[in-house]
């Protein structure tokens, strides 16, 4: 079952009715001021930082789930609705919410006045714009009474939900004209106030929640907007908003509209008072200005799609398959847009409270963003290597705001280094850029401790060179790239966390998977030596991974498939030997991407002992047989009921993994079965089943043995964007950033016709060919660079050369 559809050539979802399974979400924004917003027009606005700058008020665990967030009521002839039918909850004749490329736009009407609201962040300024037209479908005169509604969160999220003997005395506004300034906190150490206005004259405005709400009330019909009258209160502690009241008449046929817009500014710390006691409004007052009509605002809006249109074109297919040409050219690179600028922070699944950025996370969310803007990809690996310590390991989570580390969660988890490398490898083939290597890096952000990003990577290689364990295999630290894998956690109590409990290292637990990690970067690592001259660091290298290579073929592999990992008395976790947990997939799509045991004969065993035990028809298990009771020596991942999560769930992450390993193998058929089985657009029929958004993808889907087995969870916020556009892009349609050019080797289901790619790299635009005859998976017979043949399937870089005409004959 479906709840609307795709439109391709607009590039939004079309969602044809408010009761989705679960809040349909988009995220607006691009830079640094962000909106979630739900197809019921929930959601909340933030300034950089979910956590430390948090704009607007969002109640998780809030019943009805999602009511909260900028809500416009409508009060035409007594009956109260909002365009997006929340918060009130009145049924509507229509409704469509189109979620679009950093915007959503609610199309309603309820007794023949309809009312259209876009709502956007614009490109280079730090607001929301919303536009709302309303119009009299009637034959009648109709006089209706508008109310804008936002509750203010006092900026620190975490303290606004748990701080109240504080909170509630602190509340601070300003009012000026049609605009509300927040400024709680403002007279003494902020200097940033959010503030919310709208284009036009105001019958009144509330500031003070209860006033305009009525004491003790919900938000669903508030007591100003139903006696139409707003109280003009002015909030003092408690609970400040903003609230317009604006009258309007409209004839039949005659439409009205007003541009709302909320909005973030920041003064100098010793500059930032007009007069004692009001604030200086530069940011407000330009911001307002530059967007105080429509014409104004649909020019951002024209921007706005501008913006996406150039982004978007760096890499599009055209193919006959419309889930490949849609995933791939809209919905796959949207979503690795928003995991770039979240990390795991704020979705409606994470509270924006907790994780900052993630370490692991960002190195990877990085490998699907690169090619779409170099230079703040660029930017984000100075700060990631920046939060790294003087051996080689490195801070789990980093504030985006402060950049700083994060200390509740510390270190610890020996992958996190690699990552560095993986993301400065990705980083190097598409720009060529190897000045970054250069760029001095602070240690734990520390003044004065810069070093070359070079010698960052060094560390991060040399971290796991010294840190291996009995099998000769890398230790695994508090956990790898499995979280909830905690071989040295040993916890007991509850309530404890699995992530920082016990010592971070211990001497015995070990990891297949960082061994597999090791091979795939360790000789990325090699290759950016050599290609600085570095011959002998790169000789080091390659020693350094021989080692592990032989380590896992010997101490790593169970007869079927690869071992996980050692636990802390050196027993496997992850074979046969296992009561439960015989085989993972981690280790199995890893080190079949390094390459490990493709000649010996091993990856080929692995990858088909993956589909006999952990394929199901809504995906790849991480998994089997799940963990049924909780094994303190395996820690949180025996802790979830068996079939979610990292216990025996569909977690997408690595199903992607599966999928390139199955290219490495050339068996292009399986190859993209597996990318079909998770991918959103082919799922589309089973929303009903799998009831998180259908144009993004999730965390993960319950395995086989949950009971909702085939329902998902945690959209948006998962590193299967990343891989999966890595996957996609390079992997099955074979278009790979090499350091010397762009390589071209796709690998498809046979039954995939000829395509074409349209691809920007390097300050050149390359359009692609590919002829594949029925039934050809891998392997390409010749190239032709504009009409000449070339030796191999590296395309030669020219320089000066803007355009490349490419022809592909597969077979
Ligand atoms: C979450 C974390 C990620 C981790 C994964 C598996 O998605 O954000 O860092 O690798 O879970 O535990
Ligand atoms: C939990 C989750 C895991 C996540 C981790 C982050 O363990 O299961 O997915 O990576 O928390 O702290």
Redesign the pocket.
């Known amino acids: 079952m479906k709840y609307g559809h795709f439109d391709d050539n607009a590039k939004e979802y079309v969602i044809t009715t408010p009761a989705t399974p679960l809040p349909w979400i988009n995220y607006l924004g691009s830079n640094d001021f962000f909106s979630l917003i739900s197809n019921t027009c929930g959601g909340y606005s933030f300034y950089k930082d979910a956590k430390l700058l948090r704009i607007t008020r969002y109640r998780y665990n809030n019943i009805p789930a999602d009511s909260n967030g900028k809500y416009y009521y409508i009060n035409d002839n007594g009956v109260i609705w909002n365009p997006g039918t929340m918060p009130s909850g009145t049924p509507v004749d229509s409704y469509e919410c189109r979620h679009g490329l950093g915007y959503s736009r609610f199309t309603s009407s309820k007794n023949q006045l309809q009312a259209e609201l876009l709502a956007f962040v614009p490109t280079d300024e730090a607001c929301e714009i919303n536009c709302l037209k309303l119009k009299n479908n009637s034959s009648e005169e109709k006089h209706i009474s508008l109310f804008s509604y936002v509750e203010f969160c006092l900026w620190n999220a975490m303290d606004d939900m748990t701080n109240f003997q504080r909170n509630l005395s602190i509340g601070e506004v300003e009012i000026e004209g049609s605009t509300v300034y927040h400024k709680t906190e403002y007279r003494e150490r902020r200097k940033h106030y959010s503030f919310f206005s709208v284009n036009t004259k105001v019958q009144g405005i509330d500031t003070s929640r209860d006033s305009f709400l009525g004491q003790g009330q919900g938000n669903a019909f508030p007591e100003a907007v139903r006696n139409r009258k707003a109280r003009n209160s002015v909030a003092s502690g408690w609970y400040p908003i903003a609230a317009h009241q604006i009258e309007l008449t409209l004839q039949p046929g005659e439409e009205k509209e007003f541009v709302f817009v909320l909005g973030y500014g920041e003064n100098p710390a010793d500059d930032k008072w007009e007069t004692p006691g009001v604030i200086k409004k530069t940011d407000a007052v330009r911001i307002l200005e530059r967007f105080n009509t429509t014409e104004k605002a649909m020019e951002a809006f024209a921007k706005l799609k501008e913006y996406w249109n150039t982004l978007l074109e760096r890499f599009t297919v055209s193919s006959g398959n419309e889930h490949i040409n849609r995933m791939a050219n809209i919905w796959n690179q949207y979503q690795c847009m928003v995991t770039f600028n979240m990390s795991?922070s704020a979705s409606y699944y994470e509270s924006g409270t907790g994780?900052g950025m993630g370490f692991r996370d960002s190195c990877q969310d990085l490998l699907g963003f690169v090619h779409l803007i170099p230079e703040r990809a660029r930017e984000r690996i100075l700060d990631i290597a920046a939060t790294q310590f003087p051996d080689g390991s490195a801070y789990h989570q980093y504030q985006p705001l402060t950049k700083q580390g994060n200390m509740d969660?510390g270190s610890g988890f020996n992958d996190d280094p690699l990552w560095l490398i993986a993301a400065v490898a990705a980083y190097l083939k598409e720009t060529g850029d190897y000045s970054i290597l250069d760029e001095p890096v602070r240690f734990d952000c520390k003044p004065g401790t810069e070093v070359p990003l070079l010698e960052h990577l060094n560390r991060s290689f040399q971290f796991t060179v010294t840190h291996l364990g009995p099998h000769g295999l890398p230790l695994i630290g508090r956990a790898d790239w499995n979280?909830?894998l905690n071989l040295n956690c040993f916890s007991s109590e509850p309530g404890e966390s699995?992530?920082t409990t016990g010592p971070s290292e211990g001497p015995v637990a070990e990891s297949v998977f960082i061994a597999g990690m090791f091979v795939k970067y360790g000789r990325e690592y090699e290759e950016i030596c050599k290609r600085t001259g570095h011959e002998k660091e790169a000789e080091e290298a390659e020693k350094a991974v021989k080692k592990v290579y032989d380590a896992v073929l010997d101490a790593g592999w169970d007869g079927e498939w690869f071992v996980r990992a050692y636990d802390a008395y050196s027993n496997k976790v992850g074979s046969s030997e296992c009561e439960e947990g015989k085989i993972f997939i981690e280790p199995q799509g890893f080190c079949v991407m390094a390459g490990i045991g493709l000649e010996e004969g091993n990856a080929e065993k692995a990858l088909d002992s993956v589909q006999k035990h952990l394929e199901t028809k809504y995906g790849i298990m991480i998994l089997q047989p799940a963990y049924t009771r909780y094994h303190l020596e395996l820690g949180?991942v025996s802790s979830?009921p068996p079939g979610y999560?990292?216990n025996a769930g569909i977690f997408c992450h690595n199903n992607p993994w599966i999928s390139i390993a199955e290219t490495v193998l050339g068996r292009g058929d399986r190859a993209f079965d597996v990318y079909r089985k998770i991918c959103p657009s082919y799922i589309e029929d089973i929303s009903e089943v799998h009831r998180t958004e259908p144009y993004v993808y999730s965390?993960m889907i319950a395995g086989a043995d949950a009971p909702r087995f085939g329902e998902a969870k945690n959209s948006w916020l998962t590193g299967t964007a990343a891989w999966t556009f890595v996957n996609l892009s390079q992997a099955l349609l074979g278009i790979q950033p090499g350091y010397d050019g762009l390589i071209v080797d796709p690998c498809l289901h046979g039954k995939f016709g000829d395509f074409s790619v349209k691809r920007r790299f390097r300050d050149a635009e390359y359009h692609i060919e590919i002829h594949k005859p029925d039934g050809v998976q891998k392997g390409v017979l010749w190239i032709e660079v504009d009409g000449e043949k070339i030796a191999g399937n590296q395309i030669p870089l020219i320089p000066g050369k803007k355009e490349y005409h490419v022809t592909v004959q597969m077979g």
């Open positions: 795991r994780r969660v979280d909830c699995f992530q949180e979830y999560k990292e965390q």
